[in-house]
């Protein structure tokens, strides 16, 4: 009998990390219907019979990149190339009202979490794996741990709440349920993420909070490294700093941003801190946590950002001296409060010039911290093998956003394994190392 030949689909994933959750639970599906599924395509392997795009909608770079991919893939559609183009994620929540007049080569226009639908479309059978499975796409030893969708915070100058909703705590029993399986098939280490990570288990019956669930999962034998990212400020649970002071395999290390210090600014953001409770934050983190790495982003740019405000800013990036740090330019979103209520005055010309100042100050902290690494050691596991170096991180350094750790090849060591190594030489984002 002839071998029916399977629908070969390629799942293209745009954006963040929760954008690669939702993809990794869409190609297990797609998986278990039938279907070759790919998260990665090259000319070598020829053309895909169908494309599925996860879009991007969280600012206007990644919206125009999510529209020159779907166009690109459209051109193919338009000839019959491949045989069926399906959009799905922010963008596509989004606009997707618009989109279908604009781009008809789309066959189809899904939500960010309709995972059958595109299943439905594109295989002969729905899938009937449990609803937290995935095909983890990182390296086997990492995946991203999403515990929430949604948003409650509705900042001035963030549409994500109008994208996905209002907060909602996925429950305790099926994260673990999830955890266990990742660590069945090797996972270690979890990036817990979500759109505000403090804001979990509010709208949950009974006493469950961030802290108690990062406890839990801290619980399960093989989680070796747990990470906590987008933390928000306001009304920060400080229960969640002794989980992380007392747990060894919870990283000392938070990501939480923090967008700004001026008074003035953050409350045109709808922020609900002010720049003195931001410190005494700050301050708490670092007393109850000691040896923390504080990852943050900052916005310049926003309306009521004079000379002062960012003079400000700059103040405290110096007297912070974060470990990590990134920063991006204001740019009006469609339907945010900022664009119904607050004129965008400043030129981008200074937008783009106080982002390039407060960058440079920023590479000269990160290499004078750095450099006080090095004679010191750390344990770090090895994400892949690049050149002539085995490329890691320690705990404190997310996957892909964080410094790396170099090592130089040497027999024995696998992507996976976790060595001890003394810091040799460091530079502003990367150091150099040696197996101790």
């Not at 996957?399 to 696998?414: M, T």
Request: hydrophobic share 40%.
């Amino acid at each position: 009998m002839k071998a029916v030949k399977r629908a070969r689909v390629f799942v293209n994933t745009l954006g963040c990390s929760k954008n690669l959750v939702d993809s990794e639970r869409l190609l297990r599906r797609l998986q278990d219907a039938g279907c070759e599924v790919h998260y990665q395509w090259n000319a070598a392997k020829g053309v895909p019979d169908y494309v599925v795009i996860n879009t991007c909608g969280f600012i206007s770079d990644a919206k125009v990149e999510s529209i020159d991919e779907i166009l690109g893939w459209a051109v193919m559609r338009r000839e019959g190339v491949i045989k069926g183009l399906y959009v799905m994620g922010c963008l596509s929540e989004r606009y997707r009202k618009d989109m279908p007049e604009e781009i008809p080569e789309v066959d189809g226009w899904f939500g960010k979490t309709d995972w059958n639908g595109i299943v439905d479309v594109i295989a002969s059978k729905r899938s009937s794996v449990e609803l937290y499975d995935r095909l983890v796409t990182t390296p086997a030893h990492h995946a991203y741990l999403k515990i929430a969708e949604g948003c409650n915070r509705y900042c001035a100058f963030c549409a994500i709440p109008l994208i996905t909703g209002r907060f909602k705590s996925r429950p305790v029993d099926e994260i673990l349920s999830e955890v266990k399986m990742l660590v069945s098939r090797g996972v270690r280490e979890f990036n817990v993420i979500c759109q505000e990570l403090t804001g979990y288990g509010k709208d949950l019956p009974g006493d469950i909070d961030i802290a108690k669930l990062i406890d839990l999962i801290a619980d399960i034998d093989g989680v070796e490294w747990i990470r906590l990212h987008y933390a928000y400020p306001a009304d920060f649970p400080m229960d969640l700093l002794d989980v992380m002071a007392r747990r060894k395999n919870v990283c000392k290390y938070l990501d939480i941003a923090l967008q700004h210090v001026s008074d003035n600014v953050l409350t045109n953001m709808r922020r609900h801190i002010t720049g003195e409770e931001t410190r005494a934050l700050l301050k708490t983190i670092r007393s109850r946590v000691p040896g923390i790495h504080i990852r943050t982003t900052l916005m310049v740019g926003f309306p009521g950002e004079g000379e002062k405000e960012f003079e400000e800013l700059k103040e405290f990036v110096k007297e912070q001296r974060f470990e990590r740090m990134g920063a991006f330019a204001y740019c009006e979103e469609d339907d945010t409060i900022a664009a119904k209520e607050l004129e965008d005055i400043i030129p981008e010309e200074v937008k783009q010039a106080r982002l390039d100042e407060l960058m440079m100050l920023q590479e000269s902290i990160s290499y004078e911290i750095q450099q006080q690494k090095v004679g010191q050691r750390y344990s770090v596991v090895i994400d892949r093998v690049e050149g002539e170096h085995f490329i890691g991180r320690t705990e404190y350094d997310s996957p892909e956003v964080d410094p790396e750790v170099l090592i130089p090849l040497r027999a024995g060591l696998n992507p996976g394994d976790v060595v001890d190594v003394k810091i040799v030489e460091a530079s502003p984002f990367d150091l150099i190392a040696e197996v101790v």
